[in-house]
């Protein structure tokens, strides 16, 4: 079951199964701190999923759509504008499955990232499975404003699949794949994600942060992020980095979470 709160930026606010609820909520932000955001307002991280468009890093911080309210065009439908584009959302629920299409329109040739910006409810025992040893691109690492590359599950000196317990440390990477499983004991959460209409890569950020972050009262958070694109800022973003809207002025891409119990 996934519920929404397309009033308030469209954020996902539950992803439940009759065991567990998989959203991580963030104890130290009252509700009213994200119910009054205004667009321009800096990020508020409540928790729970942000829609991250058109850009994730940069200006404006975690984008430009989180901060506005959406307009509900039906059950599961949810659209709102920002500037030249527009980001339609549609959620249904399929053999078990939450599957989440993204319709964008604007300019043909128009440039943007989409982040689902997922933070989870895990356990120190979490871990995530990526197949392969995909290429990562760690942000500001070794300093602030630089990159490392190398490969998962490498983070710059950390384990990027392993979720635990806190090691005061904190990442955010770029990892090229199309698919993750998130395995926390007996639960399993399978995600998959891919362009349909348009063209561009897709990727998928971990925000790693356990206990790393912000240097004056870190917390823990856990962002597994589906992401259309292959960089977190669309300023920087180089050619073939970004969605790019076909001759007809749209783009589609679709996400698919499916939750298991195992054993």
């Known amino acids: 079951m996934v519920q929404t709160d397309d009033a308030r930026g469209g954020r996902w606010t539950s992803l439940r199964t009759p065991e567990r609820e998989w959203l991580w909520r963030n104890p130290a932000v009252p509700a009213s ?7 321009g307002d800096a990020f508020v991280d409540a928790g729970g999923v942000e829609e991250c468009f058109p850009t994730l890093r940069g200006e404006p911080d975690h984008g430009d759509v989180w901060s506005r309210p959406w307009t509900t065009e039906g059950p599961g439908c949810a659209s709102v504008r920002t500037g030249s584009l527009s980001l339609r959302r549609s959620l249904v629920v399929e053999d078990g499955a939450v599957v989440a299409t993204y319709d964008v329109s604007g300019p043909p040739g128009a440039r943007v990232l989409h982040a689902v910006h997922a ?18 691109t760690v942000l500001d690492q070794p300093a602030p404003g630089g990159s490392t590359r190398t490969t998962l599950p490498d983070g710059a000196g950390v384990p990027l699949d392993v979720l635990g317990p806190d090691d005061g ?7 090229a794949t199309d698919r993750v499983d998130v395995l926390d ?13 348009g063209a561009g890569p897709v990727s998928l950020v971990v925000w790693r ?7 004056a009262a870190p917390y823990r958070s856990v962002g597994v992020e589906p ?4 960089a977190a800022d669309l300023a920087v973003a180089g050619a073939g980095q970004s969605g790019v809207l076909d001759i007809d002025g749209g783009l589609t891409w679709r996400l698919t979470l ?5 054993g």
Do not use: F, Q, Y
């Open 33 to 39: 701190a994200r119910a009054t955001v205004r667009p």
């Open 119 to 136: 933070l989870l409810d895990l356990s120190p025992t979490a871990r995530l499975l990526v197949p392969g040893a995909p290429a990562v």
């Open 169 to 175: 440390t904190a990442r955010c990477a770029v990892v």
């Open 185 to 197: 004991g007996a639960h399993r959460l399978s995600l998959r994600w891919r362009v349909m209409r």
């Open 209 to 215: 942060n356990l206990h790393g972050w912000p240097e």
């Open 227 to 230: 992401l259309l694109g292959a």
């Open 258 to 262: 499916t939750a298991h119990r195992e």
